[in-house]
């Protein structure tokens, strides 16, 4: 391994190109994973327009709390996670484990209250197929159904990114730990951190249309 | 054996006619320039073969003259099939004010065909030469499509909403009816035929016993359902009164305006808190239930027909008359 | 260049060294299923699509066979429903998304770039695990029990009504959509960043261009797909409305995002193809392309303006006629381009040298089938003549035409000039050009009677049809047993190619191209120096020197 403390590949004629290679890799997948997401985007789109009524009234009864928490806790594993990179890039390779645990563990928070979450929302009876009482809301309980089901594969769907992006972040910190990186060898992080940040920008538009759709008293 | 096999279908409405031409405009003017690239190719190919291996040819240089040239001759006439084509969409895609009416319900695996006058077919369709028919469809199940080769009209039947089209026949015969989106098992099995009688055979087939046509099943329906419990007479009972509501316009009580077409007309049935009317509180339960696509084309024919100081009385000891006035549109 | 010495009987004869290519260099099953290297991943690719390819071809032979009567009975209805749902499916996502770009564009790629490999060489090797993965759902979908939704999946039928395995079955075309996605991922990344010095855009060859236009196409338009068919295989586990009416969801809705994948899909299916073309043409004319540019920035055309066409599949759903008017006319648009290309191809042979080795009689049967193909999509694109032949078997020749009278053969094509560089090997010229002609011939008498059968009003999808329609469709079939001969005579011919085709050298059509730079088939690193460029391509008129 020390023969070749730059890691270059085989493939790339310097170090330069490939770390801009994996950055422009990374760039390239987001791009893809912007089109998943805007697909189901699209779908919640054209309901909540169709259906502005129940997804008010759906979305009113989610736990705003819950959700404003987690955008905090996602946000600040985003600064925890652009810490990492900015030490990394800097040579200040000993603060990056830290940082880089910090926001894995910032990450599993979010998983853990969204657990939570899921559970109050089983106890509210707004589990369609598990928990849900047809006649509590009126002579459309289909469309509040829909609703919920989107909500649940949108939040689904990010957080098994998340749990991608968590496993990701803790090999990282690992490797980390173990003073793989240099100032010259640290794209890694900075990709990793591309792909965290995108994790939260999606969460931040997830939470005003999932939860902030309908009229709270 | 080859005599009997067509190779061209059969052109038998006012559609037909007028998409051939287009049709054959497009193929005459493809075949020329299939014609033109397959003589170049087979020209420079020929005559330009490799003779030695050491040939060596001089490099050619790309003119922007000559590649917009070659650009903008396709593009114009793509131009053309693009006006013409759309021209014939947008005037198929509005029946004529007078076209008979005829109601369509698609279902896994049968055509089931409603005529105003009350005459009901399955797989078949009697209509007379000369007149426009206009067809309002839906599906009971999942997607089919009604495609009339011999009068080139195609329009998918839908689930959940009406789709319409229309058709002029200009000979008698049978022609096919094939559904022709895919619907399942028996989907190939889904066809049947049109058939177009002249004036006199139609009148024939008309005459043929019915019980009263669509608008009087409704009538009956509306009865039994108890619509007019609300739905009377006077303008200042818990519902709107339904004389003259077709095609009008309904003011709902959000401010905005709507036309009363067969769409709103089903959705006000099976989802009546949809649109409320203003002045009027949301308290119509939903009907989706009690009645089936056919059963909603029946009431909808009553409503098309109702006229002033015809809604039903709450209770009628006799028969219905049988009134001439809601059993128009039959075909003359 | 490395050799490696070989052991001699007797130890008379002086020792003889073989080089060190990629084929050589490791031997063993876990040295080929855990290679790394872009030239053998693609030979892996090779092997899993022709596979495929004979299965879809089975598909449609039983169906081919049920049609020769207008009341047959070989089959039932369910499972003839089955059969042409198994053919879409294998065909379009298992064999034509993948082919040219996973086989020849994997291989060929680094070699065009003077790379030694692609950008992400471990990632490569996952698209193409997660193909076979995909591949094994589909296929255990469509083998137990089978699929009979057609591949376009329409909703409700297939969220509601069909008692079919659709979800595996769309398992499984999801998990394969990532292979497409990473490997799109690996070609842009690729082009960007590892172009050989001297190498600008402007200086790539043709091919290049159009895997990484299709490459676009795969980035933007797959995810969606795969979102699609989540939201179908929900509505029927869950019974939500997404798209079934009875629950408050709307059908067309489906058909907007299934579309917005699958109309790109067949720009996926053929730009690679016509990449191929334009590097065939010129070696065989001898001539620089006419046009590099325009047909470069037409690829890209192809791509952008293929995102916008896809209501022209809806022309007949419900759709509003302002809809309708705007989607003719974009459909119209992105036919100008393509034309474009047939123009500049025709013209590179004016006043070249033109030999008729088989990739060229390949390139031009692509010339002339994609060109008729194109034009029956004239009566398509316009509002007034699609009413009548929409889903009807005019439909059916149309994509057929482009897709296997195109893109097929254009894949053939490719492969036999490729062959030499990949293998070492030349196949044998009579029976290649045989089964080029086979294949022209075949393919004619089985695709145009369905022009003539479909304007008559035969729908797609029937298993049983009206009598007077049998005619063509004897024909038809008739032309599908020709095809298939031809299809199984290169199996045959390539394969003994490899143990008995006489050696290739580095470049025996005398192209120009960094891949015939380079040894037959290439060391592992594809180069021994890095070359570097310092020329346009397609330079036919100066000596090609030619690497021993």
């Given amino acids: ?217 | 054996m080859f005599a009997d096999v067509p190779l061209i279908p059969e052109a038998a409405s006012t559609h037909a006619t007028a998409m051939d031409e287009l049709f054959y405009f497009i193929l005459g003017v493809c075949l020329f320039f299939s014609t033109l690239i397959a003589v170049l190719i087979v020209t420079f190919a020929v005559r330009y073969r490799r003779r030695s291996e050491a040939e060596r040819p001089q490099p050619i240089h790309s003119s922007l003259k000559l590649e917009l040239t070659w650009s903008l001759i396709p593009f114009v006439f793509m131009m053309v099939f693009f006006f013409w084509g759309a021209h014939l969409y947008f005037s198929w895609a509005h029946a004529p004010a007078d076209s008979m009416e005829v109601y369509v319900v698609g279902k896994q695996w049968m055509w089931k065909m409603q005529h105003l006058g009350g005459q009901r077919e399955i797989n078949e369709l009697h209509v007379p030469v000369g007149r426009p028919v206009k067809l309002t469809m839906i599906s009971q199940d999942v997607i089919h499509s009604f495609f009339v080769p011999a009068f080139r009209v195609h329009m998918d039947v839908l689930p959940g909403r009406y789709t319409t089209l229309w058709f002029q026949p200009t000979k008698p015969g049978r022609y096919h009816l094939f559904c022709s989106q895919y619907c399942g098992t028996n989907h190939a099995k889904m066809i049947g035929e049109i058939v177009v009688l002249s004036s006199d055979d139609y009148q024939t087939w008309l005459n043929q016993g019915v019980d009263g046509g669509m608008a009087q099943a409704g009538r009956k329906l509306f009865q039994k359902l108890q619509c007019v419990t609300c739905h009377s007479a006077d303008a200042k009972a818990r519902a709107p009164v339904l004389e003259a509501l077709y095609l009008s316009e309904v003011h709902l009580d959000n401010g905005k305006i709507v036309r009363a077409d067969e769409t709103y007309l089903r959705e006000s049935i099976l989802y009546p808190d949809a649109k409320i009317v203003a002045g009027y509180k949301p308290i119509m339960p939903s009907y989706k239930d009690q009645v089936d696509e056919e059963e909603i084309l029946q009431l909808i024919a009553f409503i098309k027909a109702l006229r002033p100081g015809q809604t039903p009385p709450r209770t009628e000891s006799a028969d219905p008359p049988l009134n001439p006035i809601l059993d128009t549109k039959q075909g003359k | 260049m490395s050799t490696v010495a070989v052991a001699t009987p007797q130890g008379e004869s002086p020792p003889v060294t073989r080089p060190v290519n990629y084929l050589n260099v490791h031997f063993g099953v876990r040295s080929w299923l855990l290679t790394t290297d872009h030239k053998r991943i693609a030979i892996l690719y090779l092997i899993s699509i022709t596979l495929m390819f004979f299965l879809g071809g089975a598909a449609i032979t039983v169906v081919r066979l049920q049609l020769l009567t207008p009341d047959n009975n070989l089959v039932d209805a369910d499972t003839y429903n089955k059969l042409f749902t198994m053919h879409g499916i294998i065909m379009v996502f298992f064999f034509m998304v993948p082919s040219i770009p996973a086989v020849l564009g994997n291989f060929l790629l680094p070699m065009m770039l003077g790379a030694k490999d692609l950008a992400f060489p471990k990632l490569n090797l996952l698209s193409w695990y997660i193909y076979i993965l995909g591949g094994t759902f589909t296929l255990w979908a469509v083998l137990s029990g089978g699929v009979d939704s057609g591949w376009t999946f329409y909703t409700p039928y297939s969220s509601k009504a069909s008692h079919t395995n659709i979800i595996p079955a769309a398992v499984g075309v999801f998990i394969v959509g990532f292979s497409s996605i990473l490997t799109g991922l690996n070609f842009i990344v690729t082009t960007h960043m590892m172009r050989a010095p001297g190498q600008t855009w402007f200086r790539l060859p043709l091919m290049v261009w159009s895997l990484y236009a299709t490459s676009i196409i795969f980035l933007l338009g797959t995810p969606v797909l795969a979102i699609t068919l989540t939201l179908v295989a929900i509505e029927r586990i869950f019974q939500v409305g997404v798209f079934d009416p009875a629950l408050g969801g709307d059908p067309v809705l489906f058909q907007h995002m299934f579309w917005f994948y699958s109309h790109p899909a067949v720009y996926i299916m053929v730009l690679p193809a016509m990449g191929v073309v334009s590097e065939v043409v010129p070696c065989f004319s001898r001539k620089n392309i006419y046009g590099y540019k325009f047909i470069a920035f037409s690829s890209l055309g192809i791509a952008v303006l293929g995102f916008l066409v896809w209501s022209h599949h809806m022309f007949v759903a419900g759709i509003s006629v302002y809809e309708a008017f705007l989607f003719s006319f974009l459909s119209f648009m992105v036919a100008v381009p393509s034309a474009i290309k047939v123009f500049n191809w025709t013209a590179t042979l004016y006043k070249g040298s033109v030999a008729f080795a088989t990739p060229m009689l390949f390139a031009f049967g692509f010339i002339g089938l994609f060109t008729i193909g194109g034009l029956t999509g004239m009566f398509l694109a316009s509002l007034g003549t699609d009413v009548h032949v929409h889903d009807t078997y005019f439909v059916i020749a149309h994509f057929h035409f482009i897709m296997v009278g195109g893109a097929v053969m254009a894949y053939m094509g490719g492969l036999h000039f490729w062959w030499p560089k990949m293998t070492g090997r030349m196949y044998p010229e009579f029976w290649s050009r045989l089964a080029a002609m086979i294949i022209f011939v075949g393919f004619i008498l089985t695709f145009l009677p369905q022009f003539v059968v479909g304007n008559l009003g035969m729908p797609r999808r029937y298993y049983q049809y009206a009598p007077e329609f049998q005619v063509l469709n004897v024909m038809s079939s008739a032309g599908a047993s020709i095809l298939a001969v031809g299809y199984v005579l290169p199996l045959v011919y390539l394969l003994w190619s490899l143990g008995y085709g006489k050696k290739a050298g580095a470049n025996p059509w005398l192209a120009t191209g960094l891949e015939w730079q380079t040894a037959s088939p290439p060391p592992p690193d594809n180069f021994a120096v890095t070359p570097v460029v310092t020329e346009a391509p397609y330079q036919y008129s100066k000596e090609v020197a030619v690497v021993s």
């Avoid at chain 1, 709390?65 to 040579?91: C, E, H, K, P, R």
């Avoid at chain 1, 998983?111 to 598990?130: Q, R």
């Avoid at chain 1, 689904?156 to 490797?175: E, F, N, P, T």
Wanted: net charge neutral; glycine share 10%.
């Fill in chain 1, 1 to 217: 391994m020390s023969a070749n403390p730059t890691h270059l590949a085989h493939h790339f004629a310097d170090v330069r190109q490939q770390h801009d290679t994996a950055t422009l890799g990374m760039w390239v997948f987001l791009v893809t994973e912007a089109m998943v997401f805007g697909g189901l985007f699209l779908a919640y789109t054209v309901y909540r327009v169709l259906y502005a009524a129940e997804f008010a009234a759906a979305s009113a009864h989610l736990n705003v709390v819950f959700g404003g928490v987690n955008t905090i806790v996602l946000l600040s594993s985003s600064l925890t996670m652009a810490l990492a990179v900015y030490w990394a890039q800097t040579g200040q390779q000993g603060r990056v484990p830290a940082a880089l645990i910090l926001t894995a563990l910032l990450g599993t928070a979010f998983l853990v209250i969204k657990g939570f979450e899921y559970h109050g929302d089983y106890e509210d009876n707004l589990m369609p197929g598990l928990a849900f009482d047809e006649h509590a809301w009126g002579p459309h309980p289909e469309r509040v159904k829909l609703f919920l089901v989107i909500y649940y594969i949108m939040t689904g769907v990010h957080a098994v990114h998340l749990i991608i992006g968590i496993g990701l972040i803790s090999i990282l910190a690992l490797m980390a730990r173990r003073g793989r990186f240099t100032r010259g060898y640290y794209y890694p992080v900075e990709v990793g951190g591309l792909y965290w940040h995108f994790v939260d920008v999606i969460w931040v538009f997830l939470l005003p249309l999932l939860y902030l759709a309908g009229v709270r008293n």
